[in-house]
């Protein structure tokens, strides 16, 4: 199994971004799908997941302007980011649960004031 993210980039606040992860393999219908994030010094943390039956969770922090989402036809999972904050500059990850978990490589966020 293997999670390709892309999307990330650099924007100026109140921009917007989406990032998607692609995930090889036949088992993504069934996985859970989440994002979590990493800024310079500071642990990786949840931003949102998904369930396999669509079911969503946000990160206070994020709740009303992030949105995530799964296309199962393309094993596919995004993050939409809209409003954006310096405070969201972080390294973005992607993991399937399912099993012990898989991890993307991350893709960079830097949002400038």
């Known amino acids: 199994v293997q999670l390709q993210a892309c999307g990330g980039g650099m924007v100026q606040a109140g921009g917007s971004l989406r990032l998607s992860c692609a995930v090889s393999?036949?088992?993504?219908?069934?996985?859970?799908m989440a994002w979590y994030r990493q800024a310079p010094g500071k642990q990786r943390d949840l931003v949102a997941r998904?369930?396999?039956?669509?079911?969503?969770f946000y990160a206070d922090s994020v709740k009303s302007r992030f949105t995530i989402s799964r296309d199962n036809d393309k094993s596919t999972v995004y993050l939409q980011m809209n409003s954006l904050k310096p405070e969201d500059t972080a390294v973005y990850y992607c993991?399937?649960?399912?099993?012990?978990?898989?991890w993307g490589q991350g893709t960079q966020v830097t949002v400038s004031s």
């Open positions: 993991r399937m649960t399912v099993g012990s978990g898989y």
């Open positions: 393999g036949s088992i993504f219908s069934i996985a859970s």
């Open positions: 998904i369930s396999s039956g669509g079911g969503t």
